[in-house]
């Protein structure tokens, strides 16, 4: 069964430099989520995207920026990076309602140094 | 406010044992429940969730989780635990209104299994 394609899976970064981080959902499934998981931690919600409309807007630094294009496949573009934004970033994508399930792709490790 | 706890950070079970892996909940109403489990560096995968109905959820890989809501708990257990079961849990929380349901992580369960 098809998944969640993220690219790129690594990405290195220098401080204050902008990164793209791409993700393309499941076939057919209409929502898409970013989240952001620290070292240790648990994923936190960045931002979602309904139909390409903005839906939820979580802990997403104003740095960032989101959008979901025509063909559904979503972007996360991140200026001035800082080392903190070191993290894994997962995008997820869940069907038409009424499920709600989401199903998660590989992630996108970046480290900025 | 939507939380998980995860009361247990790291378990350790031996090889055959049975599992129960323990998730509580904060939430005006019935939420949407899910377990995920994360390999290192890997992705997050769904190992099974509840909505309504049934309490009782199965779920893939011999998993199973049982919705109680008097105590806002969605515990998970295997009977048997298998070597390839080491990885780091995740129980989390949707929201059924709202509309787009993001899910609210608990802090992890990172399980450990002995041969």
């Known amino acids: 069964a098809a998944g969640v394609i993220q690219s790129p899976r690594h990405l290195i970064k220098e401080k204050r430099e902008t990164a793209t981080l791409k993700c393309y959902p499941i076939p057919r499934h209409d929502t898409v989520y970013w989240y952001q998981q620290g070292p240790g931690q648990d994923p936190q919600f960045l931002i979602s995207f309904y139909e390409k409309m903005q839906s939820d807007k979580g802990s997403i630094p104003d740095r960032f920026s989101a959008q979901q294009f025509s063909d559904y496949h979503s972007e996360l573009n991140m200026s001035s990076l800082e080392l903190g934004d070191s993290a894994l970033y997962f995008c997820a994508s869940s069907p038409p309602r009424p499920t709600y399930e989401q199903y998660f792709g590989p992630g996108t490790r970046l480290t900025v140094t | 406010a939507q939380s998980v706890t995860q009361p247990d950070i790291h378990i350790t079970v031996s090889e055959g044992a049975s599992l129960e892996l323990r998730c509580n909940y904060s939430y005006g109403a019935t939420p949407y429940l899910f377990w995920y489990v994360q390999s290192p560096g890997q992705g997050l995968q769904l190992l099974l969730k509840?909505?309504?109905?049934?309490?009782l959820v199965q779920g893939i890989k011999g998993f199973e989780a049982e919705f109680k809501r008097s105590q806002s708990s969605f515990n998970l257990r295997k009977p048997s635990v298998h070597w390839s079961d080491a990885a780091e849990y995740f129980c989390?929380?949707?929201?059924?209104?709202?509309?787009?349901?993001?899910?609210?992580f608990g802090a992890g369960t990172r399980l450990a299994v002995h041969p």
């Open positions: 989390a929380v949707g929201s059924p209104s709202g509309g787009y349901n993001k899910l609210i």
């Open positions: 509840y909505f309504s109905g049934d309490t």
